[in-house]
């Protein structure tokens, strides 16, 4: 999902709850912050010495331990306030991937893509996951 994607679809639904499911069935606790917003420029060489430039948006999710047990989620309003207030600081790209960083006790920190999302009466649902790591030149270097 790009950042214009996200940004869009917290508009369209401000008045919503906002979840996110870090694992299948796995929600990340209503005491979350969004603690920082990241504009992050991937410059590299893969193992077929080609290049890759690329920028990305990640979304810092935390669990306030302060917080634990809280019963009401963030709104999508407030999120998207949050974003705009860092927008004005600092602009995210719009059209590049965003991704939300995440971890708790039983889940190691990672940068998790935005899968989908659903809308349901009182909330919006952010799918997260996972992507495998993979050889981005395998033709040069003879990995079937």
């Known amino acids: 999902m790009k950042t214009k994607e996200l940004l869009n679809i917290l508009e369209g639904n401000s008045g919503k709850n906002l979840l996110f499911e870090y694992a299948p069935g796995l929600l990340v606790g209503a005491n979350y912050h969004i603690t920082e917003v990241k504009n992050v420029t991937i410059d590299s060489i893969d193992c077929g010495a080609r290049p890759d430039f690329r920028k990305e948006t990640i979304i810092q999710l935390w ?9 009401d989620y963030m709104s999508a309003f407030k ?58 030149a395998k033709e040069i270097c003879g990995v079937p």
């Open 79 to 136: 999120a998207l306030s949050i974003l705009k207030k860092v927008d004005k600081v600092k602009p995210m790209e719009r059209d590049v991937e965003v991704k939300f960083e995440y971890s708790n006790s039983n889940f190691h920190t990672a940068q998790l893509f935005v899968n989908d999302y659903q809308v349901t009466n009182e909330d919006l649902i952010f799918t997260l996951g996972v992507e495998k790591t993979d050889c981005k």
């Open 63 to 71: 669990e306030s331990p302060s917080e634990i047990g809280k019963k």
